[in-house]
């Protein structure tokens, strides 16, 4: 893997923007953590996202694309193929483009729950 802290950086900067109005949980060297301040049935925070550094690649994970898969519709083969599960992308290396890519898909899914009312 490529330089996990600059990769966790990058990644981080996607969804720093979004942290003012929002509950910031965990934020530290290897995890960023957002919550929304919308209070679910089971009486705990909605999540939107977060960008971890574990063993062997950087996740990010993004809950509006699990909220709304329509979300997914037309993202490029190459950022799915780093997809895990419904709602995480890993990356083991730095790449601007997907990273773009990534930044506007987190904006789209910030705007769709801003129509839902979930922030």
Do not use: W
């Amino acid at each position: 893997m490529d330089n996990p802290e600059e990769i966790f950086h990058h990644l981080r900067e996607i969804l720093f923007p979004y942290k003012n109005g929002m509950v910031v949980a965990t934020d530290n060297t290897e995890n960023f953590y957002l919550n929304t301040h919308h209070v679910m049935k089971n009486k705990k925070p909605m999540y939107f996202g977060s960008v971890k550094i574990n063993k062997r690649y950087v996740s990010f994970h993004l809950m509006p694309v699990y909220v709304f898969p329509e979300l997914l519709e037309g993202i490029s083969p190459e950022l799915k193929k780093r997809m895990q599960g419904k709602s995480c992308f890993n990356f083991k290396a730095t790449d601007e483009k997907l990273f773009q890519e990534l930044k506007a898909l987190t904006h789209a899914g910030y705007e769709k729950y801003q129509e839902a009312d979930y922030l």
